[in-house]
């Protein structure tokens, strides 16, 4: 039987303080002890299953992070208050002044920011490489080097990271492989394929509605602890802590995730096909002209589809922001940031998510100016929205000549 990350979800049983479905909410900072004996040995780690202080862990901070550790299937997981909560403190835990992290070059513009122009003032070094080139990596890596960082599908480029690849190469050379699974939660199962580290930032497809940011690290319950030490844990002493009331939306959120994920795919796969057959230039993995096509589909858990993403080159700026704005104009979805809502989002990333990265690096990686990416919504009728768009495209002249728009 393969791994069935939904059904796991769905397995986890839950009885509130009255007997509620849902489990109650801890609405509480700090936590009483019956014994000053059992709150010291707390401090020191030893009673599990006591509360200490909300910072630490809270039972709805721990419940969330149950049910994504069952979800990536690892051995539990912490949740953080952002995304980006989750990565810094995973580098800031995992690396020594001195150490050195090899990334993928095609991140998260607050990732690159955050390895490029802050760990450098704690002497955390990073090389960026072309993940998609297994020896471009591995002639990377130093003797220095601790964390092997990619993204299972990247932000915005789509590149697909060949993680049981990278696992082996870690593996080789005694590195931990962190992999953000925030693109494709559901679709790829990154621990299974040896990512030793999953993080995603729950802002995005997880939780699903754009009304909170969040994050997790799901690995061992030894390097959970240790985040949470009250002595040296990176997410005890960063801070970066989750509220319980958010935990427990997202919890709840995230029980519709595999019907939401299967739509997103739906749409998304459709609109690519589209854009790809009246000769835009689309990047998806689903479409069999994506380079990484055949290995995405080898790391997939198939009924998820291939996401939600995907991206267009319309030539330039100009003409992505008028698109754009017309798009939002016909309420085909926002001019916004992020993704995974139930409505289209698109943004032209080159100045926008990715701007943290030089215009000459981000020419060298392929992320040219009038590239738009598209987190697609949960569109009923996406055939609508695709002849809607397509609408948009010929108002503004940007329809490539092909046999199929002879017709117009
Ligand atoms: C948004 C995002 C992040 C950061 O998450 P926040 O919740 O905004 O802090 C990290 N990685 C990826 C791939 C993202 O899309």
């Known amino acids: 039987m393969s791994f069935n990350p939904a059904n ?116 955390i070094n990073t090389s960026f490489v072309d993940i998609t080139n297994l020896q471009t990596v591995e002639d990377a890596i130093t003797t220095k080097t601790k ?21 082996k190469l870690a593996k080789k050379h005694h590195l931990t492989l962190v992999v953000d699974n925030t693109f494709s939660p559901l679709t790829i199962s990154a621990a299974k394929l040896g990512a030793d580290i999953v993080i995603h930032s729950l802002t995005k497809f997880i939780n699903g509605s754009s009304d909170t940011v969040g994050g997790v690290i799901c690995g061992t319950k030894e390097l959970i602890n240790n985040l949470r030490n009250v002595n040296d844990g990176a997410c005890m002493l960063l801070g970066a802590t989750m509220d319980s009331l958010r935990a427990a939306s997202i919890l709840k959120n995230l029980r519709t995730l595999h019907i939401r994920m299967k739509q997103h795919s739906h749409n998304a796969a459709y609109l690519a ?88 690096e981000q020419q060298q990686m392929g992320l040219s100016d009038g590239l738009i990416r598209f987190s697609i919504g949960l569109d009923d009728d996406i055939e609508r929205t695709y002849e809607m768009m397509r609408q948009c495209m010929i108002d503004l002249n940007i329809m490539v000549p092909s046999e199929s728009s002879i017709v117009i």
């Open 8 to 123: 796991k979800i769905q397995d986890l049983q839950y009885f509130g303080e009255f007997g509620g479905v849902n489990p109650s909410i801890s609405d509480s900072s700090t936590y009483t002890f019956l014994s000053a004996k059992t709150m010291f040995d707390t401090f020191e780690g030893n009673a599990d299953g006591c509360y200490l202080y909300s910072r630490h862990s809270s039972p709805s901070n721990l419940y969330l992070g149950e049910a994504l550790a069952a979800m990536e299937g690892t051995e539990t997981a912490t949740v953080t208050a952002s995304g980006m909560g989750a990565i810094t403190a995973i580098i800031m835990q995992l690396c020594q002044a001195g150490d050195h992290v090899v990334s993928a070059r095609t991140i998260y513009g607050g990732t690159y920011a955050f390895l490029k122009n802050f760990a450098p003032k704690f002497n």
């Open 273 to 360: 096909q589209k854009f790809e057959e009246i000769g835009l230039k689309t990047v998806y993995p689903g479409l069999a002209s994506h380079k990484s096509h055949e290995l995405f589909k080898s790391m997939m858990n198939v009924e998820y589809g291939f996401g939600g993403m995907l991206t267009i080159d319309v030539g330039n700026i100009e003409t992505a922001n008028a698109l754009m704005e017309l798009m939002q104009q016909r309420n085909l979805g926002y001019l916004a940031v992020s993704l995974g809502f139930y409505k289209t989002l698109f943004s032209a990333p080159g100045t926008s998510t990715s701007s943290e990265i030089p215009e000459d």
């Open 147 to 167: 964390i092997l960082y990619c993204e299972a599908v990247s932000n915005p480029l789509l590149e697909v990271a060949n993680i049981k690849a990278l696992s």
